[in-house]
Nanobody
Framework: QVQLVESGGGSVQAGGSLRLSCAAS????????MGWFRQAPGQEREGIAA???????SYADSVKGRFTISRDNAKNTLYLQMNSLKPEETAMYFC???????????????WGQGTQVTVSS
């Protein structure tokens, strides 16, 4: 079993930045692929960024150029740097992990509880 715990969420004005972290523990392995997702009230969960065991990255078109996903395998930690945030990006942000790379789909096996990001105009 893998445990994932997100942190770094909070409130920020439009145009501001936040850095999210996801700490992995349990039977997590550094070869796992990982991703970031977000879900607003009444909306489907959507994939925004993913990174595989080799550091290859994929981003949703809506965040490309503004968000950066990275990982520190020595610390078993995943990061998401979010710049130029927009009010419509207010949502609960989740990290996910899986031995198989699901990229931006919602089929990951392990999920964190989420961290709230609120962007005000």
């Amino acid at each position: 079993q893998v445990q994932l715990v997100e942190s770094g969420g909070g409130s920020v004005q439009a145009g501001g930045s936040l850095r999210l972290s996801c700490a992995a523990s349990g039977y997590y392995d550094s070869t796992y692929s990982m991703g970031w997702f977000r879900q607003a009230p009444g909306q489907e969960r959507e994939g925004i960024a993913a990174i595989d065991r080799n550091g290859i990255r994929s981003y949703a078109d809506s965040v490309k150029g503004r968000f950066t996903i990275s990982r520190d395998n020595a610390k078993n930690t995943l990061y998401l740097q979010m710049n130029s945030l927009k009010p419509e990006e207010t949502a609960m942000y989740f990290c996910a992990a899986d031995p198989i790379m699901w990229w931006l789909s919602v089929h990951y096996r392990y999920w964190g509880q989420g961290t709230q990001v609120t962007v005000s105009s």
